[in-house]
């Protein structure tokens, strides 16, 4: 039941907030392709519920800038200044909403990662897709990309095995605090994070004590 009622709200928040923000998000469109050309929206396939792929969008923020030989160059030299604001200000994910709609997110969850990392998951790092991937998670609100890999399987296995609508209720009003400090956007010298390459990232194992402990007064 509990789980129904998860999706009523992401339905009767969803649908709302994307009616509501359609223009804003019509004039960030409107910058990004004066600024940047086309593509407007950046569609890029992540692992959803149970590990189901779907095309997550995003304003995009990244110019197509290449090197001599004709090759993207590193993502921290094609991040424009606009594509910043966007991150910091979360507002590049603002087309995510409708992800929400289609039910392939909710809007708390643990953030869909792409679908080239499955393979490199442990059987307990899998877990995390046990539940819909989310707009906002536990780990968005609790450093965010600042965050080491082993950080974010352990905040998002703790998310996966605490969840309640109180525990997403805590995780949305924490989020707009995020988005307003622009906090941990990105780790030091990358444009977002590192790629999770599957090493030493194990998290603790389930109900350990210290995530447990780490995370009790979420």
Not at 19 to 40: E, F, H, K, Q
Not at 82 to 98: A, H, M, N, V, Y
Not at 110 to 122: G, Q
């Amino acid at each position: 039941m509990s789980r129904r009622l998860k999706r009523l709200i992401d339905l009767a928040i969803g649908i709302p907030a994307l009616v509501a923000l359609a223009p804003l998000m019509l004039v960030l469109g409107g910058l990004i392709r004066i600024a940047m050309g086309s593509p407007v929206l950046f569609c890029q396939e992540r692992s959803g519920l149970h590990g189901r792929p779907f095309c997550m969008l995003k304003f995009r923020t990244m110019s197509e800038a290449r090197d001599t030989l004709g090759n993207l160059l590193p993502d921290d030299q094609r991040l424009t200044r606009f594509g910043k604001i966007l991150r910091r200000t979360s507002l590049d994910e603002l087309p995510q909403l409708w992800n929400v709609v289609r039910g392939e997110m909710s809007l708390i969850g643990p953030r869909p990662l792409p679908v080239a990392y499955w393979d490199l998951y442990s059987p307990e790092q899998r877990r995390r897709h046990e539940v819909p991937p989310g707009l906002v998670g536990l780990t968005g609100v609790k450093g965010r990309n600042a965050n080491t890999w082993e950080k974010k399987f352990q905040l998002d296995l703790y998310y996966v095995d605490h969840w309640s609508l109180f525990l997403d209720a805590k995780i949305f009003i924490m989020a707009i605090g995020v988005a307003l400090t622009g906090s941990g956007v990105s780790q030091e010298g990358q444009a977002t994070c590192e790629v999770f390459t599957g090493n030493a990232c194990l998290p603790e194992p389930r109900h350990g004590r210290n995530v447990d402990a780490e995370n009790k007064n979420v």
